[in-house]
């Protein structure tokens, strides 16, 4: 099976430069390029799988009516904070 190629790029010398500072003892310029190109692609996926899995959770939820409004979440949490601080001055009195 033959091997296939990327293009070449073209990059500034400084940049260049800044990456063969950054290239570990035996690594090739090939080499940290093939790593950095694998990795972004896998990064893409995960990134891409997230958004598919945020946008179907947004389906269901509107599917299934919604969730709790602005309201009903701030009471919530309100709650929570006054049951804290009610504990907290408990605490304190004794």
Not at 43 to 71: C, H, L, M, P, S
Request: no cysteine.
């Amino acid at each position: 099976m033959r091997s296939a190629t990327f293009p070449p790029i073209r990059v500034e010398p400084e940049v260049r430069a800044e990456v063969e500072a950054v290239l570990r003892d035996g690594e090739s310029l090939t080499q940290f390029i093939e790593q950095a190109v694998v990795a972004a692609a896998a990064w893409r996926r995960v990134q891409a799988e997230f958004v598919n899995r945020g946008e179907a959770a947004i389906e269901r939820w509107k599917q299934e009516g919604g969730g709790r409004t602005v309201d009903e979440v701030m009471a919530g949490l309100q709650g929570r904070l006054d049951d804290a601080k009610r504990r907290a001055a408990e605490r304190t009195d004794r």
